[in-house]
């Protein structure tokens, strides 16, 4: 049996996070990044089915982008649960790439592209923010949040890039590998973090996963 790197005790708080991914969204195949896009009716759908009469969650924290605040301020109404907007959980600024697909950017900047996938630390595209700062930025807001609510049941919803830097985070992977995590729409997963006031242990229970 595996064991938690420190004996339980009475002084450590529990802190379980679900991150749920907005679901499908106008713009489909474009790099929505930043910009507000909104949900489908079939976004939506995807991401009610999540839901059930015995919800878990005691505080709802949200990008501000509609595409996730929408069902959040939904969930919100329906349940009374208390919504915060943290602009921290923003998805990735794509600069000059976002509102075009993939195939629009390798007409034009095919170099660039394949340089990002690649190696996207060292190669930012165009006006974009670069993957280092949206990784302290989702990191601060991560904390902050652990802080605020500790021994809460959360629910996250935010966006696909969002939730591969949390994950990476959490699992010590390198930031390279982010783009190796799958995050599908209205994806669901579950964090568990244990505090005792110095120590400080994360796990994932589940990825891709239902309530």
């Known amino acids: 049996m595996w064991y938690l790197p420190w004996s339980l005790s009475t002084e450590m708080s529990v802190t379980t996070i679900d991150l749920l991914r907005h679901g499908e969204t106008e713009g489909e195949g474009v790099y929505r990044g930043q910009l507000d896009y909104s949900l489908t009716r079939m976004g939506l759908e995807q991401m009610r089915a999540h839901l059930k009469n015995d919800l878990p969650w005691q505080q709802i924290i949200t990008s501000p982008l509609n595409r996730c605040a929408s069902f959040a301020e939904e969930l919100s109404r329906d349940t009374g649960l208390s919504l915060t907007y943290v602009p921290g959980f923003i998805e990735m600024g794509f600069g000059e790439w976002e509102g075009k697909t993939a195939e629009e950017i390798q007409k034009t900047d095919q170099q660039r592209f394949f340089a990002f996938y690649e190696d996207p630390i060292r190669n930012t595209p165009p006006q974009a923010e670069s993957l ?45 590998a982010v783009f190796h995590l799958d995050v599908p729409y209205a994806c669901l997963s579950r964090i568990e973090v244990y505090l005792d006031g110095k120590n400080e242990f994360a796990r994932l229970l589940f990825h891709a996963g239902h309530l």
């Open 132 to 176: 280092m700062v949206f990784q302290q930025r989702c990191i601060t807001a991560w904390q902050d949040m652990l802080q605020q609510y500790q021994q809460r049941h959360i629910l996250l919803v935010t966006h696909a890039g969002v939730i591969r830097l949390l994950l990476a985070h959490i699992l010590s992977m390198p930031l390279e």
